[in-house]
């Protein structure tokens, strides 16, 4: 069996250690910028007795054994963003939260089932103001990692440079082909369009399924080249938690960042409906289940807070992402300081 480097085997360390070290004041630089904008540091629970309800998100199990009383489960969370929002709830205006995060099923050069997530909240802000504070992160990133560019696979941007606004809808036209608002109710003509574009289409592929195919296949790897993109205005049903633009409620309040074809942020105008959230966690469980044959529980004490929340709007940044660009790191390991071991693999 071949077994993988020890993150602390001395000769591995040192050639991570001039990244790390650029993490750690670009860690510095995000803290100091949230605190002059006069936003206050919140610590979320990691134990939730829900990891989330989308769709595609998966989380760990554990047990709580109380002395005396039968056990309790309960999930690493997935995102701080339901005690955020229960935050909000209780009259917090400007939050933000660093911590770390767990999702399930994925290890790939940007995925780690334990990474650090930067999510911050502004009440009665529209969410497009977001986009800003994505640019000023940028922009301290590049200057604590005294980085002239953000690199990755080839690609280059300016992270000094305004970010491109693009809505999806314009994204689907540009490097698909895609007339996406003529096929939003049309999962067969969505499924032609696939098709035509050499996106592998299965019999059972629902309309999100193929949005999400033509997406990571054909449109993410486009943007955020020379600058940041914020792709802006997905379509409604492929935002959980976002609220609909009420000029057009075929379409979200949502955002998601691209830097030099990597997903770094995503954002929504906060849903503040529990009854229309209770809706849509139960039909992305009942898709879930569809899919992987299992889902998770609904935090009806998140529900319940929903209805106390003001207006506001959220964005949750990946900062080991956003670290490996600013660095110019292949790979998420190379800006962790105690990546989890991965699974040993037979030697060839």
């Keep these: 069996m071949a077994r993988q480097t020890a993150f602390w085997a001395p000769e591995f360390f040192d050639a991570r250690r001039t990244r790390l070290h650029a993490r750690a004041r670009i860690v510095k630089a995000a803290r100091n910028w949230f ?22 998100i998966a989380g760990f199990a554990t047990r709580f054994e109380p002395l005396g009383a039968p056990p309790t489960t309960y999930y690493l969370h997935s995102s701080p963003e339901f005690d955020c929002k229960k935050l909000l709830a209780a009259g917090e205006r400007r939050i933000f939260s660093l911590a770390h995060v767990f999702r399930n099923g994925e290890r790939t050069r940007l995925h780690h089932p334990e990474f650090a997530m930067l999510e911050w909240y502004r009440a009665e802000t529209p969410y497009r103001v977001l986009i800003d504070d994505c640019a000023a992160l940028f922009h301290l990133a590049a200057e604590a990692a005294d980085a002239c560019e953000f690199r990755f696979g080839g690609s280059r941007l300016d992270p000094r440079a305004a970010p491109e606004i693009l ?6 036209a540009r490097h698909a082909g895609v007339d996406l608002p003529a096929l939003l109710d049309d999962r067969d003509g969505l499924a032609r369009e696939a098709a035509r574009l050499g996106v592998r289409v299965s019999a059972d592929d629902h309309w999100s399924d193929l949005f999400s195919k033509i997406m990571s296949e054909k449109i993410e790897k486009n943007l955020g080249h020379g600058r940041a993109t914020a792709l802006i205005d997905y379509p409604a049903s492929e935002a959980a938690l976002a609220r609909r633009k009420p000029e057009d409620p075929r379409f979200a309040e949502r955002f998601e960042l691209y830097g030099c074809g990597v997903e770094l942020a995503n954002a929504f105008g906060e849903l503040t409906d529990p009854v229309e959230q209770r809706r849509r966690f139960e039909a992305d469980m009942a898709e879930r289940a569809r899919i992987y044959g299992s889902s998770f529980p609904i ?32 790979h998420i390991e190379d800006v962790l300081w105690a990546p989890v071991a991965a699974p040993e693999v037979k030697a060839p």
């Excluded at 605190?35 to 595609?56: K, M, Y």
């Excluded at 809505?167 to 689907?172: E, P």
């Excluded at 929340?309 to 600013?326: E, H, I, Y």
């Design 299 to 330: 935090d009806e004490d998140f529900l319940e807070a929903l209805a106390f929340m003001p207006p506001a709007s959220g964005c949750a940044l990946g900062l080991d992402r956003l670290v490996m660009l600013a660095t110019g790191a292949d």
């Design 35 to 56: 605190e002059r904008e006069d936003f206050v540091e919140i610590e979320p629970s990691a134990l939730q007795v829900s990891p989330g309800n989308e769709t595609h």
């Design 167 to 172: 809505s999806v809808t314009q994204a689907f």
